[in-house]
């Protein structure tokens, strides 16, 4: 490389989207001194011709600027609107000319953190319908190894000034389009369909990456209190800990506050004001210029060195991704974040709205903007929650609280904020991630663009109690509520009374915007959830648009939550869930014969509750025949904790008009059941000692015939 060369960040590149409706800073190096021009020149893409006399085209801004005593230069540009106009860069000395062509306005997004941003297309598909090329031509990706650190690479102490294997790619780029995040393509696809501009997307996820990975080492210095957060869980690398570990301490300098990141200073002059001690992305040194300003940093010390983890992998080590992959994007304008949080996040539950704080901070400082003129230059951030397929089976609701404090975030920052939920995502269909980009849309429309159109999920945002009933209202509901396809009943939600033990509740929509729920036998409802269960199979209740309603608890008074009750609806054979805790989710059979044989029917026209009850045809053994719901399954989570109660309640219909009596294991009975053509309740009580955990619930039919018939609906518990 010769002395002369003039460098500039691995994004200012071929191909590259920048940021429209704000100013754009340029930065780079060249010779100590040296006279760097820029001229911007644009060109129309839709083949018309232009007159030179039209000042929108052509060479349309052109500048000069002076490297300071590091080499450093730096470049204010104006706001540019979106178009589908090319830009050419052109960067030249005396001595060189370094020309960057096919460049477009538009929006950009920074997508990061974990799965499901950090699964490639190479990994998906897509729906059958066909993608539109006008939309296609408008989408481009920024592109870095999907892993942390190259493995050819130290992993280094300081934030890097340049992104290693790193380019804007376009959908031509085959080859390298099959490793972007599936989830940011449908995103900027259905993005372009609607606005007819250009949209880039910074892809940066790795998978199991941790929020600490993505915060500065100077934001943790800072603050003793965030220090603490990683040496309670042995992860607080200082710098003789990382030495000892890695290799690459100081490797590489940062970049320059004074010309790279100060728009204040006059392009081409040192700013006399910088301090020494200024944030390592924002000062150009010397390596070891960074050491001793790293020295310079408050040390925390503590009464006793806590030793970290021996082996921390890549993707959770402090702030290592923040400085391989974040600070070289410095002053890379963008429209919003994408943040999907790691399920190993939720070892930091409590504190994770701190730790979002000050991963928030650090994005500001790195991407902007450096001046705020109205609301619509502040960069919005959408949260997804975590899936359910990552619920610990010894912790079955670690996952289901920590997705609560990622909602929260979003009523604890000043900035738009929208969350979004995976809960009804449970089948791993291939064009899942396509379906995920395109609720992300949704939501970035509703935060940027549309004010009709919602801008998070839809979330309970108020409780009115009203006799025996609760009352619920929602935010982001413009467009109304509805149930999933192929439902007719509202499931999910269940309340308590004064005992703070919830049981499933019936619910009904209100004119699409409220929510009525109620139990019979709860006069005053004092609490009220929908969905909060490690893996909700029957919240799918959703918006118009196609967003699920958040997962919630009403308050958080210590209560006995319900455990899935699905088979006690008697409206369904199946269910999606996880048959082993090594298993993919998959279409499960609710029911199994566990003596005689027969065959189970789903009953829509003659129930007592609900959208069906259960036909069952059947073929007695030794004059009995039983099923059972299956309960083994692991997302199931048995035993069902029901020691609240200790009596069942089962609606039956003999139809063959013939005395039979019927029982429940570890229920007292038998009881009869009655002849004649209507709907009857047997209660048992439960004859155990010990408190009601089940794991196990056969229903048998003793029957002195061979065959026979019967209808089972609505199952409850009591007390």
Known sequence: MSLNAIQLPAWVSTGMVFQQGVPLHLHGSAQRHITIRLEIVKDPTDGRKVSKLDTDY??????????DE????????????????????????????????????????????????????????????PLKDSALKLIRFFTSLREGVPTDEPCSFVPKSSLRQSSWITVRDGAALAGVTAVGFSMAYHLADQLHYPIGIIDLAVQGSAIYSWISRKSFLSDPDLVAILNDKQLYLDEEEWGRRFSGVGEEPAISAETAADPASEPGQVNPAAAPGQDLAHKTVSSAGNMKIMAEIPIVHTEKRTIPIADIPQERRMTLLYNHKIAPLL?????????????????????????????????????????????????????????????????????????????????KLPMPIGVLSQHDMLLPEKAMTFYLGRRLSFIAMGLHFTPKMPTSSPECNGVEIVGNK????????????????????????????????????????????????????????????????????????????????????FDREPSRYSPDLTFTHCEQLTFVGLEKPDSDFSVLPVYEVCRGSGTIYLETLNRTEGSGSLRIEYFTEGGAFSIAPILRYASLYAPLDLSSFRTVKIDVFNPDQQTKEFQVAGFDGPVTIKTGLMWQTLQLTYSESCPMMLTHFEMTVLDPQKKGSIYIDNIRFFQ
Not at 118 to 129: C, M, Q, W
Not at 372 to 394: G, K, M, V, W
């Open 331 to 411: 002053n890379m304008n963008i429209r919003g974040i994408v943040f999907a949080p790691d399920q190993q996040d939720s070892l930091f539950t409590d504190r994770y709205d701190t730790l979002m704080r000050v991963l928030l901070a650090d994005l500001a400082e790195v991407f902007g903007p450096r001046k705020i003129t109205s609301r619509q230059n502040i960069p919005s951030l959408i949260l997804l929650r975590t899936h359910p397929e990552y619920a610990d089976a010894a912790d079955p609701y670690r996952l289901t609280l920590f997705n609560e404090a990622v909602s929260a975030i979003r009523q």
């Open 470 to 553: 609760a009352m619920l209202s929602f935010d982001n509901t413009n467009d109304g509520l509805k149930l999933a396809e192929n439902e007719s009943v509202l499931r999910g939600f269940s309340v308590c009374g004064d005992d703070r033990v919830y049981r499933p509740a019936q619910a009904k929509v209100l004119h699409g915007v409220r929510v009525m729920v109620w139990h019979d036998d709860i006069s005053v409802p004092r609490g009220v959830t929908y969905g909060f269960s490690p893996i909700p199979h029957k919240a799918t209740f959703r918006s118009r648009t196609d967003l699920p309603v958040v997962p919630f608890r």
């Open 58 to 67: 052509g060479i349309i801004h052109s500048k000069d600027t002076r490297a």
């Open 70 to 129: 590091n080499g450093s230069f730096y470049f204010s540009l104006p706001s540019y609107k979106a178009s589908t106009d090319a830009y050419t860069f052109i960067f030249s000395t005396p001595n060189e000319t370094i020309t960057v062509k096919d460049l477009r306005c538009g929006d950009v997004w920074l997508f990061f953190g974990s799965v499901p941003l950090s699964v490639p297309i190479s990994k998906t598909g897509a729906p059958r319908t």
